[in-house]
């Protein structure tokens, strides 16, 4: 496989496997006991339109064509994969970090909204909205939409947009209009609530571009292709630096988890590669104060999938919390669900602190201050009993710009030395 | 029989459905409209099962379901309130709700317990017809109760008539593609509710959604069996200083055209 984004001819793939693996979604829409499509009749046109499409769109020659240009001279992949040696020494092993921070818009969300705009266009389809927590999904739609010159709502909780100020005033620059969630927690769970209603009532124009590989069947099959972009890079790009195109650990946070669905997707049938998603513990896993959905959650219905969620006995889904708005979400998607089920890949869960430690760790040992998202990923490098030759690949999913308030809050200092350890 | 077969069988026309969520406004009211909605000449009743994150309710039904939660309203709660309803209620009864809670509550206990209780139908919007057919059908047909599907006016034809195969009792007729609660001008919708009355489909259908007061009620009836209202309905309780009064008040409006002011 060679990711060129040549212009002027047909991009090499980065969407299609060979052969459909033993992880990847069945024609039903199910990963094992997960997914499907629970929408309301209202819902059922566009999501039957999208399903049938989807494939044959992004096969298409002039698809691959206008992506893969915009993937390379817009976005600015290939996005580096970075050998960081000093992460690496105090780990004592090989830590290579993934930058999708140094994405266009700072997160890896860009691949999948420049990948559903040109599908959204392709089915002529005037209008997008979209959900956001953190949102660098929010930022990376709204740009497309200019991009694209389509109208933009954008749904984010009222909470999240207090703790992401910075986003919601990119989003707005950039012609977005952002709609405050006012139910429940007020944050993307609600967001996403709210998006879904504005599609039940403007189903004939409208795209919701959904930013994880959450909701109904095709989403998490298309968005996860989308962000297959991210594994085929790695692949490549280790085969370039190690010699082997396969690392033992590939290690990314889930909320939803796109990020983490392309990270592992073109691995998924290498047994030999570790694959670790990093849930969201928020206060700690039994406080109650917690979005690892993973660790918690039982099947059930949520936003059109079946899927892992937080809930009560009787069926209500709990509020989750994060430190970071982008994993504050309560259920993660089918794929997910299904890598867990069968053990394919191990998911684990850092707390608020622990992401924060990562995140000053590594902003002092390398120069790079991670999304808060991210910092999840980084905190379990500690835990994971790591080797000299092992080689490990993180997921930097985004830039802690938007987090930098976050930040100052606990950022250590002489008088109040927060962090567990000191920095060397 | 299935008090929906009979209800369609002796009423023709004009057939009055009321939504309401189940422990609003307060947690013990359930029995009361239920009883106030009888007294006051509604034909069927469908009881909402408040779920934290109902996607196809619009504001009114969904801040309904977030205060009946907070009352502390629960699937097995109804199930107690509705115990020995049938010894005062005869409507045909039908629970509207969301497919996780049923899940989580345990799909044939969740029969078990609608059989028990004299349960007639059952509404679950976010129900794929292949789960319905896999799952659900067999409990159906082994204990009576009817399914609806909704259809919009985006459903096509092949469609629709997989999902009246399916239904049984009636369809749901979705005025437009939207959530609940949005007032319509329904004339515009005569086309469309001419085209399934002249498909001449298995199941009699209701019209719902957008449905507010006599004017609409008529326009959704002229070509249908009837019609639901909920938003309009829950609007009027959140209001009510006396729910026997108000219910009798709003059925009556909705009926006769004619507001009638309880007594100061």
Redesign the interface.
């Known amino acids: 496989m060679s990711i060129e984004y040549r212009v002027g001819g047909i991009a090499p793939s980065v969407l299609r496997l060979a052969r459909p693996g033993q992880y990847q979604v069945n024609e039903?829409g199910y990963y094992g006991e997960f997914g499907?499509?629970?929408?309301?009749?209202?819902l059922?046109?566009n999501v039957a339109e999208l399903r049938e499409k989807y494939l044959d769109i992004m096969n298409s020659a002039d698809f691959q064509e206008e992506f893969g240009r915009l993937l390379r001279d817009y976005v600015g992949r290939p996005s580096p994969l970075y050998f960081a040696r000093r992460l690496s020494e105090k780990y004592q092993t090989c830590i290579y970090l993934k930058r999708e921070d140094l994405n266009h818009t700072g997160a890896h969300k860009i691949n999948n909204t420049i990948g559903q705009i040109l599908l959204a266009k392709r089915l002529g389809k005037k209008r997008i909205i979209a959900e956001t927590g953190a949102g660098q999904h929010g930022v990376a739609t709204a740009t497309v939409c200019a991009l694209m010159g389509m109208e933009c709502v954008v749904y984010m909780g009222e909470v999240d947009m207090q703790r992401q100020a910075p986003n919601v005033a990119r989003m707005r620059m950039l012609g977005a209009k952002v709609v405050p969630a006012m139910?429940?927690s007020r944050t993307l769970?609600d967001a996403t609530?709210e998006a879904?209603?504005d599609w039940?009532?403007h189903?004939?124009d409208t795209h919701y571009i959904i930013g994880s590989v959450v909701g109904p069947h095709p989403y998490p099959d298309m968005v996860a292709r989308f962000q297959s972009v991210i594994s085929a890079e790695i692949k490549q790009q280790l085969q370039a630096q190690t010699g082997s195109e396969l690392p033992t650990h590939v290690v990314a946070c889930v909320g939803g988890g796109s990020n983490a669905a392309g990270s592992f997707y073109h691995f998924l049938d290498h047994v030999s590669v570790q694959l670790i998603g990093v849930e969201a513990a928020g206060k700690g896993l039994t406080s109650g104060h917690t979005a690892a959905t993973i660790a918690l959650g039982?099947?059930?219905?949520?936003?059109?999938s079946k899927t892992l969620?937080m809930?009560t006995?009787?069926?209500?889904?709990r509020e989750p919390h994060s430190i970071s708005a982008g994993l504050d979400y309560p259920g993660v998607g089918p794929i997910h669900a299904y890598l867990h089920a069968t053990g394919r890949a191990l998911y684990l869960s850092a707390t608020d602190q622990e992401a924060l430690d990562a995140a000053f760790e590594l902003t002092r040992l390398e120069g790079i201050i991670p999304a808060l998202e991210s910092a999840h990923a980084l905190a379990k490098l500690k835990d994971l009993q790591l080797k000299p030759e092992h080689v490990v690949v993180v997921c930097l999913s985004g830039r802690g710009d938007k987090d930098m308030e976050t930040y100052l809050r606990f950022l250590p200092t002489d008088e109040n030395p927060a962090t567990t350890e000191p920095y060397s | 029989m299935n008090r929906i077969d009979s209800l369609f069988a002796q009423k023709k026309e004009k057939i009055l459905t009321i939504y309401f969520t189940a422990g609003f406004p307060k947690l013990q009211d359930t029995r009361r409209i239920l009883l106030a909605l009888q007294q006051a000449g509604a034909d069927m009743v469908e009881i909402g099962i408040p779920f934290s994150d109902p996607l196809a309710d619009g504001p009114v039904i969904q801040q309904s379901s977030k205060q009946a939660l907070d009352n502390g309203m629960s699937l097995r709660l109804l199930f107690e309130q509705l115990h020995d309803i049938r010894k005062e209620v005869h409507l045909p009864l039908i629970l509207f709700g969301y497919l996780n809670v049923v899940l989580q509550f345990g799909l044939e206990r969740f029969f078990e317990k609608c059989a028990e209780t004299g349960i007639d139908g059952l509404i679950l919007p976010d129900l794929p017809l292949d789960e319905f057919k896999q799952d659900m059908e067999p409990l159906c047909k082994s204990t009576g109760i009817h399914f609806s599907f909704l259809i919009t006016p985006e459903t096509s034809d092949a469609r629709i008539r997989q999902l009246d195969e399916a239904s049984s009792g009636f369809l749901y007729v979705v005025s437009s593609s939207s959530t609940t609660g949005k007032k319509k001008d329904l004339t515009s919708l005569q086309p469309y509710f001419q085209r399934i009355e002249a498909m001449q489909l298995k199941n009699p259908f209701l019209v719902g959604f957008g449905i507010h007061d006599h004017e609409s009620f008529l326009q959704a009836c002229r070509h249908s069996r009837g019609a639901v209202i909920g938003s309009a309905y829950i609007r009027t309780l959140q209001q009510a200083a006396d729910i026997e009064q108000a219910t009798k008040d709003f059925v009556q409006q909705i009926l006769s055209g004619n507001r009638v002011h309880a007594a100061p």
């Not at chain 1, 499907?36 to 209202?42: L, T």
């Not at chain 1, 039982?298 to 059109?304: A, C, D, L, S």
């Open positions: 039903k499907g499509a629970f929408i309301p009749e209202m059922y046109r139910s429940g769970k609530n879904i209603r039940v009532n189903p004939e039982r099947p059930g219905v949520i936003h059109g969620l809930q006995e009787d069926g209500q889904i």
